[in-house]
């Protein structure tokens, strides 16, 4: 099932090594026939397909080089070159080359010499660099990669604020859009489209499913100057009614849904809302505003909307304008702020205080990702740097052990250029690995992100390991080894050699201190920076589990269902299947009571209304009021507890009063000191004889609407049967866990309608886990650097010290012949690493103390310097410090003197 | 006088012999010419086309088969494709015909 698509990145990824021209005039034919050639293997058992591919990779590679650099041997080399390099056999001589595969040879036995060296250093860097490039594929993604749109730094992002409301960037009026794109003259174009990705059952599917489905206005495309793969795109005629509904399909849809046939135009697809006509497919890069789009319909408006109200005083569309050729965004900005206090003046009422305004389009759909980015990003280049310090340490080690070594190679007639090349090649060597395993493990973090928290925008390209990932990877290794490797050992060699033949190597004239040493503040002040913000992070997110959702998640489960157009055309027949299916579910063994609703706590799901109360003083709205609906079971099935009055009853449908329920919040805030029961509202901002006036029945506990984070918003409920729609989520709180809760479910739901799919089943438990998926995602990456930070820190102050006790072993004899004792020598040992440990410790917390305002946003509840972090980790970190360094000191103060002086 | 043909360029223009091939039938031909022995890697192959191509010994066809998939190319061989291939098989005669490089051959028979 996996290889069409898997082989086909494999030669893709190989087609792309290949020089350009052959890539511009034959890359498609290429990419057929490696297909052709896996597809033979494919049906063999998998080591022949494996080996086939092994090969082709080999080849690819051998074939991207000689076409590139084959040309100008063939003319110095003559035939025989030629003969080899057609072949892809070549193998290329030349001084030049023999001396770096010397080089290579003689770096290559040197750390099979010292393994232990090579793989640590091979495994710290690796780790490093695997890291932080995962990171970097993200930023890459948000921040770095071009949109796939015509000249995207013209793009703006329109959005309406209104001080009334509170709104900021909210999405704008249709009408007020329309009139923008009319009269400033600073945009080019201005087309609408709804943010939300909606959904829609796709009926006539082999199996029904859930398509994503966005509408958009007819110029949308053309703004955005995408071309379509098949077909025709919409035009601006196409936002208004032409009698028939269309949409575009993306390119994942018609090549998995559609079987990329390329006839799909023109067929036509049965969606809940009707009978639709595909006109156009996307290319395959277009996933705009998400991934999740199958198909964009346009608007379809009728003309006279126009001139309605509601078109005034609905805001759910996002405008997106394309700057005119010559106009800066500030000319822009100006007018578009004219021409919305035009529409004040227009539209006194429906526009009151309504204002616009623009952000740059990358800037608006990197959105709240770039600052867990920036912070991500910040972490990452630390534990980097900490990693590059352990393997410059580690290299330091080796350039002092073997000055032996080196010495006798000068001795023996190596140059200095020599000895250097030697270890440039070490260097090098051990940063090749090392970035071939940070690669490695930067494509599991990737995929290990994308399973985690996918990180990508509306339109970008997912996180991968696009060339500029790799270019950074490569780069990332050179520079570190080239920085903190090469840099140390080459100034090592450069030291003492003379001496060293003469037995001075091992005396007590030497340095006390290992140069490693000074390293060691630097790795624990990067290690406190790391812990510190892992422990911040931490305190954050147990304050958020901390919080009630209002709601108690154990045993409940939720499934969307919607209902489509026919037989479901009245409400009389929706209501019937709700309430049908309500009591088939409470039947189903395990299950206690299930539900209707609207929307769910904890996804920002429902919608916003105004509510104005009878009792209150005229001119008096609430707007921004949460606004769902539910049938009578869904407070006892989320656990809502009902604080006064009652909940909905049966009786509450069309035939009877209507009645309203209020959230704690809402009856706070709007009848404060007051009791809500008994009181009227209604969802009209000027009530008038026409207004339908709700008695708020009962007032229940709140929910958190939207997330943990935010403060419950006032709520109002109206009965399911009083407010109704085919769309709705299904709640259910089970006792103990019901065996196959799905299957039992779609048995329920094929009774009443075989053709409608179960949208989503999930337990309450899950909605709260994604509600809250980012804080644990950096929970999860801040962790992971702090404890890496941790040990690398630690194995420093470990190996340091170790080495440090070792070269003064003849000192500590001499000491105690001189009648110290262990526990003195020791404490000798021990007081050194405290005061190197503490200053490391300072410049730390100082480090922190300006950095960790990158996670001022980001944090619930703790303070970016949270004094009871910053106390309590780097006491840890001194403690630990202590304690790694307590082995090597004991060694110390059980030096026998008599030995000590002996070896001397 | 050309330049002497690799092993892949005389397999790839042997096979252009008759009708216009694309790349994969090429390396289908090669296949069945050598008992699978010759398979080049879709690079090598790929490579070996367009060198050819520009110098001269191939060229796009524009006929193609019924029904052909609109994504191939189909080559077919120059005057310049056959005559290279008959200097290589005369080069090839010659060689068997002399006495130095005879010897050579009944080593490899008798190894084999």
């Known amino acids: ?904 | 006088m050309p330049t002497p043909l690799t092993p892949l360029s005389l397999h790839i223009l042997l096979s252009l012999g008759a009708d216009p091939m694309h790349g994969y039938g090429i390396l289908k031909a090669i296949g069945e010419r050598t008992d699978d022995r010759e398979t080049p890697s879709t690079g090598a192959l790929y490579l070996a086309l367009q060198r050819l191509q520009e110098e001269g010994r191939i060229r796009l066809s524009d006929s193609r088969p019924e029904g052909a998939d609109a994504r191939r190319r189909y080559w077919e061989i120059t005057a310049a494709g056959r005559d290279a291939v008959a200097v290589e098989l005369g080069r090839m005669e010659a060689l068997l015909r002399d006495d130095a490089a005879r010897a050579f051959r009944t080593e490899r028979v008798a190894d084999g």
């Open chain 1, 1 to 904: 099932m996996d290889d069409p698509g898997r082989s086909g990145r494999l030669y893709r990824l190989l087609l792309k090594l290949q020089p350009r021209p052959l890539r511009e005039q034959l890359g498609e034919e290429w990419l057929a026939t490696a297909m052709e050639r896996d597809r033979e293997f494919a049906g063999g058992g998998g080591g022949a397909l494996l080996r086939h591919r092994l090969r082709e990779i080999g080849g690819a590679v051998r074939s991207a080089v000689v076409g590139r650099f084959g040309a100008q041997r063939l003319d110095s080399q003559g035939s025989e070159g030629r003969r080899r390099g057609a072949m892809g056999k070549s193998e290329r001589g030349g001084i030049e080359l023999d001396g770096v595969r010397h080089d290579v040879r003689g770096a290559i036995r040197s750390l099979r010499r010292a393994p232990g060296f090579a793989i640590a250093s091979v495994l710290i860097l690796g780790a490093g660099i695997g890291m932080a490039t995962t990171v970097f594929s993200a930023v890459h993604a948000v921040l770095l990669a071009p949109l796939p749109f015509h000249q995207p730094d013209r793009l703006v992002s329109l959005w309406e604020r209104n001080p009334d409301f509170g709104w900021e960037q909210a999405t704008a009026a249709p009408a007020n859009v329309l009139d923008w794109r009319e009269r400033v003259s600073g945009f080019e174009d201005v087309a609408a489209y709804q943010e939300e990705v909606g959904s829609g059952i796709w009926l006539d599917a082999p199996e029904p499913r859930r398509v994503g489905f966005t509408q958009v206005s007819g110029n949308f495309f053309d703004l955005l100057g995408t071309r379509p793969v098949l077909g025709r795109l919409p035009t601006w005629e196409d936002t208004w009614d032409t009698g028939e509904r269309t949409v575009v399909a993306s390119h994942a849809f018609w090549l998995n849904d559609l079987g990329g046939d390329p006839g799909a135009v023109g067929r036509t697809l049965e969606l809940e809302g009707g009978t639709f006509r595909i006109t156009a497919v996307l290319p395959q890069e277009f996933r705009f505003p998400s991934s999740e789009v199958d198909l964009w319909s346009p608007y379809g408006w009728d003309p006279s909307f126009r001139d309605q109200a509601w078109f005034r005083r609905a805001h759910f569309v996002r405008g997106i304008a394309r700057l005119r050729d010559g106009t800066t965004a500030e000319q822009a900005r100006a007018e578009l702020d004219a021409v919305a206090l035009q529409l004040q003046e227009e539209h006194p009422t429906l526009n009151r205080n309504m204002f616009a305004g623009f952000t740059p389009f990358r800037g608006w759909l990197a959105g709240s990702l770039e600052r867990p980015i920036r912070a991500l990003s910040a972490g990452v280049l630390v534990l980097l740097l900490l990693a590059c310090v352990n393997v410059g340490a580690l290299f330091l080690v080796r350039a002092g052990a073997r000055t032996g070594e080196l010495a006798v190679r000068r001795a023996l007639g190596a140059g200095r250029r020599r000895i250097a090349r030697l270890l440039l090649a070490e260097a090098m060597l051990v940063a090749t690995l090392a970035g071939v395993l940070g690669v490695g493990l930067a494509w599991l973090g990737i995929r290990g992100v994308a399973a985690l928290r996918p990180v990508q925008i509306g339109g970008g390209p997912e996180m991968g390991l696009h060339g500029p990932v790799l270019l950074f990877a490569v780069a990332a290794s050179l520079l570190t080894v080239l920085l903190f490797a090469a840099g140390p050992a080459l100034a090592a060699s450069r030291g003492r050699l003379g001496g060293v033949l003469q037995g001075a190597g091992r005396s007590s004239v030497q340095r006390r201190r290992p140069a490693g040493h000074r390293l060691v503040p630097v790795q624990v002040a990067l290690a406190v920076v790391l812990v510190l913000a892992a422990g911040l992070v931490s305190r954050s997110f147990g304050r958020l589990q901390a919080v009630d959702p209002g709601v108690d998640p154990e045993g409940v489960f939720v499934f969307g269902m919607s209902l489509p157009d026919s037989p479901y055309g009245d409400r009389d027949a929706v209501l019937a299947f709700w309430d049908g299916l309500v009591e088939r579910i409470e039947a189903l063994p395990g299950v206690d009571r299930a539900a209707i609703t609207s929307g769910i706590p904890l996804t920002f799901s429902g919608w916003t209304s105004q509510v104005v109360g009878r009792s209150w003083e005229s001119g008096e709205v609430a707007f921004d009021v949460r606004h769902r609906s539910s049938s009578p079971g869904y407070f006892d099935v989320m656990g809502v507890p009902l604080l006064r009055g009652r909940g909905f009853q049966p009786g509450d449908g069309r035939d009877g009063v209507p009645v309203a329920v209020v959230n704690r919040t809402f009856a706070e805030r709007w009848f404060p000191g007051r009791d809500p029961v008994g009181e009227q509202v209604t969802f009209d901002r000027e009530p008038d004889e026409n207004s339908v006036w709700r008695t708020v029945v009962g007032v229940v506990g709140d929910e958190h609407q939207g997330n943990l984070v935010l403060d419950p918003d006032p709520e109002i409920w109206e009965p399911l049967g009083q407010e109704l729609a085919r769309s709705e989520l299904v709640v259910l709180k089970t006792a103990g866990t019901p065996v196959d809760l799905d299957a039992a479910l779609r048995g329920v739901v094929a009774e009443m309608d075989g053709r409608l799919p179960i949208l989503r089943l999930r337990s309450f438990e899950q909605v709260v886990d994604e509600s809250t998926i980012d804080a644990r995602f950096l929970l999860f990456v801040f962790n992971s650097f702090g404890v890496l930070a941790f040990i690398l820190a630690m194995a420093g102050v470990y190996g340091v010290t170790a080495q440090t006790v070792r070269r003064r072993v003849p000192e500590f004899g001499v000491r105690i012949a001189l009648g110290a004792n262990g526990a003195m020598v020791s404490r000798l040992v021990l007081r050194g690493v405290l005061v190197v440990a503490g200053v490391g410790t300072v410049l730390g917390v100082a480090a922190a103390l300006v950095g960790s305002r990158l996670l001022d946003t980001l944090l619930f509840e703790v303070e970016s310097r949270d004094p009871l972090t910053f106390v309590v980790v780097p006491l840890l970190l001194l403690v630990t410090t202590l304690l790694a360094a307590m082995v090597p000191a004991r060694r110390a103060g059980r030096v026998d003197p008599a030995e000590s002086l002996r070896s001397e």
